[in-house]
């Protein structure tokens, strides 16, 4: 995850990261930023959301095979007031769908993930559960994963590294309907 981040945020800043390696000398990994001739002015931060940003006891499965992001994700949205239900890839998030009939409101899922694509997961998830709401995630920026076709033009997305403020207004704005995305992976 933190190289395909760290391309990523260069990417988009006009940058480009080259890479090498020489056996038993190690690698080196070279980021160029275009420069700025001009004074940069300080940007002020945005307010904090109010309260209505808090989870209001909805149900999230959080599906991602990196222990420590699915980790960071579920303590993001406990503190938000969700209860998250976790899943290490698709097949377990599957058979977790199949076997529990308790509500789900939000897939949160992965979008590259070993064995099955979350694009792909979403398309069995909802013919279990028509209707589902799903966001997206990934280390690529959203660009490129529509680019590469692994994600659909106007899916609900959320790029990774994410914070806890930005994790809960984009979980917010989709379960409320903000962005609404059935479990085709498409706008509604």
Do not use: W
Not at 121 to 146: C, F, I, Q
Request: charged share 25%.
């Amino acid at each position: 995850m933190g190289l395909a981040t760290v391309y990523g945020t260069v990417n988009q800043s006009g940058g480009s990261v080259t890479v090498s390696s020489k056996p038993g000398s190690g690698t080196t990994f070279e980021v160029y930023l275009p420069r700025v001739e001009e004074a940069v002015e300080a940007v002020a931060a945005e307010p904090p959301k109010p309260a209505h940003s808090l989870g209001h006891e909805e149900r999230i499965l959080v599906v991602e095979d990196d222990d420590a992001v699915r980790r960071m994700t579920r303590e993001f949205l406990q503190l938000r007031g969700y209860t998250v239900l976790e899943a290490r890839g698709a097949t377990d998030a599957i058979q977790f769908v199949e076997r529990h009939q308790e509500t789900i409101d939000l897939v949160l899922t992965d979008v590259v993930m070993p064995g099955m694509k979350g694009r792909e997961l979403v398309d069995r998830l909802g013919k279990l559960r028509p209707g589902l709401k799903v966001l997206y995630m990934s280390a690529y920026t959203e660009d490129d994963a529509v680019n590469i076709g692994i994600l659909n033009p106007g899916t609900a997305f959320i790029e990774k590294p994410f914070g806890p403020d930005d994790l809960a207004n984009k979980v917010r704005d989709v379960l409320t309907g903000n962005i609404h995305v059935s479990a085709a992976g498409g706008p509604t």
